[in-house]
Structures are given as C-alpha cells and as structure tokens.
C-alpha cells in the first residue's frame, strides 16, 4: 500500500534539482534552460498524479506517512529529535496536484508570455524553487520542515514580484502597480509583500512555539493522535490566535490584505501561480490541515472558550472577501480586480473552515472550503494567463485603455468568459458547486448574518467580473490607433488557460458528484470527529435559488454600464455615490492607514537618524579613528628607512624582547 510513497519526496525533490541546474543548462544553451525548467516541472506532476492513485484505491488507513531522524539533540527537554517526513492524505494529494498541474500549464506558458525578457535564467531558477518550496510545505508532516517551504516560497514570492527590480518608468503601464500617490515600482511592492507577510510569519512562530511548550511536539501526525491535548485551554486560544497570523499573512486576509493587490507588479505569470493559484492558498491549506486537531481539541474539552478560535476565523474569513470584493468594484487596473477577488475568494474559503468548527456537520464547510480552492485555482489562473495575453497585447494594464477585443482575441475572450462565469457563481460550473457549499454550511450551521454577508459577497463578485468582462471585450476599441498588433495570442499562450477553462466546466458539469465524492474522500475525519453529514435536498435547492438570484442581481448593472452600454460607465460611478466610488477606489483607506501610521513614520525617523546619527556621530567617529589610525601610521613610517642594515637590527631587537617575554612567562608559571 505504501510502495507510491516515494513520489511524496520526489515531488518536491525534482523541482528544486531543476532550480539549482538552472544556471548550468543555461551556460549550454538558453533552450536546454527554458525546456529543461519545464521539463522538471513535469516530473513533479508525474510524481504528484502517482499519489492521486491513493484516492481510487478502496479502504486506505488514511494518513500514510514516512520519516526518518534528521536531527537528535540528547537530553532536550523538547525537540530532542525532529523528523523529516512526508504526510499523504486527501487534502495533501489534492493540494498537491493542485500545485503541479498548474504550475507546468504556468511555466509552459512562460515559453510564450516572457519570451525576449532580460533575467530568464534568474526567473526559471526561482519558478522551480518555488514550486519545489511549494510542494515541500504541502506534503510535510510536521510544522518545522513545512517552515522551511513556508519561507521559501516567501522569499520566492519577493524575487518574483519585484523580477522588473529596475523600476523603468517605460514599464508605468505594464508593470507598475496603482495610480496617483498609490502607485508603486516593482521593488517596492516586493519588499511590501515580504515585510507584511514576514509579519505574519512572526505571529506564528509565537504561536507554534506555545504549542511547541506543552504538548512537545510539532508532528501533525502526534498532534492529531492526542498530543495536543497537553496543551491548557488557556494558553490554547491565543496560541491558535497567534497561530492563524500565518495563514492571515500569507493568504492576505484582514487586517494584513494589502500586500496581494500590489503584488500585481511581477509578471503575470507570477500573479497566476504564486499569487491566484498556490502560495496564497498555504494560509487556507495551513489551517485546513489544523482543523482536524484543533476540532478534536474542542470536542474532548467541551469548553466554549475555543469556539471563540473558530468564530475567529470565520469573521475574519467573512469579512476580508467582503471588503476585498468592493474594492474590486472599482478599481481601473485589469489584474488588480483579479488580485482583490483572489482576496475575496480566499476570504469565502476561510469562513469556510471556520464556520465548520462551529457545526456538528462540520464536513460540509470543510469540503466546501477545499472543493473551492480547487475550483479557484483552475479558473483564477485561467483568469490571470488570459489577462496576461491581454496585457501583452494591449500594452497596459489598464482596462480603459482596452474595450472592443472581443473581435481580435476571441478565444482568449471565450475562455476569460467562461472562467469568469465560474468565478460568479453562474449555474453548472465549478465556482456555482463549490460557493453554494460554503453557503450551505453557513446556513446549516445558523450563523446567519455570516451567510447574509456571504451573500452580499456573491452579488459584488458578479458585478466586478461582469464589468471587467465588458470594460476588456466591449464597447469601443480604445486600441484603433494601434489595431496593427492586436491579435490573438500564440497557441503557446492560449492553450494553457484553454485547458484549466475546460478543467473548471468539467468540474462543473461534474460538480454535484464532485462534491459527493469529495465527502466520500474526507470521510474518514467524520469517523475519527464523530461528524454527521445528512443531505437536505430542499436546503440545497433553495440555497442554490437564492446564490443564482445574487449572481443576476450582480449582472444586471454591469451589463447595462459596461457590457451593452446602455448607459455611460461614467454614470455607474456618480450613481454610486462619488464619494462612495472613491472610498473604495483609496481601498477603504486601508492601504493608506498603514502607510501613514508605520511606513512614512519609519522613513522619516530612519532619515533623522541617517543624518543626525549616522552621518554625524557613527561616520564622525569612523573619520576621526581613521585619522588617528594614518597620523599613528605616519610617524612609524618613519623608522621604516629601507636600509637592510636598520630593517636587521629592529628585526633581531624585536626577538630579543619576545625572548625576555617569554621567559619571565615561563619563570612567573614555575
């Protein structure tokens, strides 16, 4: 049964051989580079569909799991040996194929979307690198080696945005991320995204290090199986608190959101696998991969203190896809609507696994929550590599500048259409299956202003897409003066995001026996939780009334301002209330809070002490030793005549002093 294991460690073994072969392929040729990148890319997908075979097999005594002793410290009170080992389950070999498939369809699209870029041997080394790190935090079993992919995709999160790190104002439309005093270089907006998701890094280790304290262990496997026990309720809650800073960082969830909008600086290759499809969704994976321990923890404590965890994050699940889907409303940037529904989305999965911990039926919001990131992460990259090949085409980021494609790019139209149709929630695809679970356990579970909220959602989700939609493909072509190069993109591009679109209409069409399969997959957790799952056709329906009645109520003003214009889009705005329009469009102030309150204050302060400190206490004393250091220099050159004579007799006086030294050493220890 266990003889597939070895594909858990060459998984993630093979995409981090191919990043560090990278710049050795490239000194043989730039094609060996670019083909041997996805060549290893590949080999992690072989490695991860052998493991997906795990979940067609019949009775599988789920986790399987492998180890060995990487490290043994003698007589520590904790972590006297730590593991490095692999941990198949259903939600690891989901993930994980998740992961692979995506990123080879991403890095075959590369070959076309950043042909003739500067910087390709550094962009195929850190593709591969995070993958590798991806996979490696994926499939770990415990939560010290799944740090070190945590850290690596952050790093290559960091050097992925800012890949244009020169900050050309030729790149302002291309590259450039938001408008006015808003608008930053790729550089900065790496360096953000590092520091804000590093904060939510900190809040973890504090977290895990609670944990760490008591119960000993940082194993899933030895969590699950009651370790965690050890740990008091008291300190249990705010260690889960400071535990979920993790996921809220690295998935941008409020109050540490605002990094992921500008994250849309890097590549679109970058935004559609590190920031739509895979790394964003480590805080999701993360906390799904806890719920069964920290669910465990509350059914043997009986104590009401630790729903307050699980209200926690479903508050702040439910309110990030809230506030991140009214931005997206607004804004004029085609990648950054995307990046807000990727915010807003993951908020949706959040409430998610949330709301299961409050629910005897808790599998309902749990499957939910991961038949929605798999949803996601087929149409949110098809989404991102459409976008891409408009950007390319157009040369700008801006949807103003676009309008009327529909005829010149119709493939990439079609697919962009039929994704986006999924990421409203439209009947029969992905999105329609996997949103309504998420309302179903809302409802089931009676938090009803979280499933007023969620529905709220729905209406806003429709409305931002159906605007790109109609601001990209509709309307007048603001690209006449320029009709020559718009054209549809390669087959090299297009044939990428063609394959995840009809990936997310087969799940759809497929969806309701999806679902039930997914249940089936997870059912083990509702053996070991003692969860129920009964099936309420009535509900179903009426949820899945109300979710298609949302989506029209979303469609309605965007087809009449932006997709048949009926109306002028200026119109929408002043309808809206311009004051309204432009609270959303300054991102609630969010952005512009933290700014003010920690980024201007620590430029401001650093430079008063770079020139009242540095530059005048720490340099003057530099210069001042320096000139003390030459004037001593200078007078002892001055025995330095260069006579052989002279050099000799300085030379045998200075061992005839270190004899005397050494002999009154020698006297004073007898």
């Known amino acids: 049964m266990e003889e597939l294991l070895i594909f858990g460690w060459l998984a993630w073994i093979f995409p981090l051989l191919g990043a560090l072969l990278t710049p050795l392929l490239a000194k043989v040729g730039d094609r060996v580079r670019d083909y041997g990148a996805i060549f290893f890319s590949f080999l992690s997908v072989v490695s991860t569909v052998a493991l997906a075979s795990y979940l067609f097999k019949g009775h599988v005594d789920w986790p399987l799991h492998d180890s060995f002793v990487w490290l043994s410290v003698e007589g520590s009170p904790i972590l006297n040996k730590i593991n490095a080992g692999i941990l198949v389950d259903p939600l690891s070999i989901i993930m994980s194929n998740v992961v692979s498939i995506i990123a080879f369809l991403i890095m075959v699209y590369s070959l076309g979307y950043m042909k003739g870029e500067e910087g390709l041997t550094r962009y195929w080394f850190f593709m591969n690198l995070f993958i590798g790190n991806m996979l490696l935090l994926v499939l770990s079993d415990n939560l010290i080696q799944m740090l070190f992919g945590w850290e690596g995709v952050g790093l290559c999160s960091y050097a992925l945005i800012g890949f244009y790190y020169k900050d050309s104002r030729e790149g302002w439309k291309r590259y450039w991320v938001g408008e006015g005093d808003e608008a930053y270089p790729p550089s900065h907006a790496g360096l953000k995204a590092f520091i804000m998701t590093r904060f939510g890094d900190l809040l973890l280790f504090v977290g895990a290090f609670i944990i760490l304290t008591f119960a000993g262990t940082l194993n899933f496997v030895e969590l699950q199986n009651g370790a965690i026990s050890r740990v008091p309720v008291w300190a249990l809650l705010p260690a889960i608190i400071f535990f979920f800073g993790g996921p809220i960082g690295k998935s941008a969830q409020l109050p540490l959101m605002e990094w992921l909008p500008d994250a849309m600086a890097g590549p679109t290759t970058v935004s559609a696998l590190i920031h739509a499809a895979t790394m964003v969704k480590a805080g999701v994976y993360l906390v799904a991969r806890m719920f069964p321990i920290l669910y465990a923890t509350k059914l043997a404590s009986d104590s009401s203190t630790l729903l307050l965890m699980f209200y926690f994050i479903a508050w702040v699940g439910g309110l990030t896809s809230f506030v991140a889907g009214t931005q997206a409303m607004v804004s004029r940037e085609l990648k950054k609507v995307l990046a807000y529904s990727t915010v807003s989305q993951i908020g949706y999965m959040m409430m998610a696994l949330g709301i299961a911990g409050l629910s ?307 006297l004073g220890v007898s």
Request: proline share 2%; hydrophobic share 50%; aromatic share 16%.
């Open 360 to 666: 005897v039926e808790f599998i309902t919001g749990y499957v939910g929550s991961i038949f929605h990131l798999m949803s996601h992460a087929l149409f949110k990259a098809a989404l991102f590599l459409a976008a891409g090949s408009v950007i390319h085409a157009t040369g700008s980021r801006f949807m103003y500048d676009m309008g009327g494609l529909k005829k010149y790019m119709p493939i990439t139209f079609w697919c962009m259409a039929l994704a986006s149709c999924s990421l409203a929630g439209v009947p029969i695809l992905s999105g329609f299956w996997s949103k309504d679970m998420i309302l179903e356990a809302s409802l089931s579970s009676g938090e009803y202003m979280l499933f007023l909220l969620a529905l709220s959602t729905v209406i806003v989700t429709s409305f931002y897409t159906f605007r790109m939609i109609g601001l990209v493909f509709y309307g007048e072509s603001a690209g006449e003066s320029h009709e020559h190069h718009l054209h549809e993109a390669p087959a090299i591009m297009w044939a990428p995001y063609a394959i995840l679109v009809a990936g997310t209409v087969v799940l759809g069409v497929g969806g309701y026996f999806v679902r039930d399969w997914l249940i089936g997959s997870f059912e083990y957790l509702m053996i070991s939780l003692h969860g129920e799952y009964i099936s309420n056709i009535a509900e179903e329906s009426f949820i899945a009334f109300l979710s298609t009645m949302c989506v029209a109520i979303g469609f309605v003003p965007a087809y009449i301002f932006y997709i048949k214009r009926l109306k002028s889009p200026d119109l929408s705005s002043k309808l809206f209330s311009s004051k309204l329009w432009t609270f959303l469009a300054k991102r609630w102030y969010i952005n512009k809070i933290y700014y003010n309150l920690f980024v201007y204050p620590t430029i401001a302060i650093s430079g008063w002490l770079y020139e009242n400190f540095e530059s005048k206490v720490v340099d003057g004393l530099n210069y001042y030793i320096a000139s003390l250091a030459k004037q001593f220099s200078s007078k002892i050159r001055r025995i330095q005549t260069g006579d052989f004579n002279d050099n000799l007799t300085l030379f045998l006086l200075g061992i005839f002093v270190a004899v005397i030294i050494l002999r009154f050493i020698i």
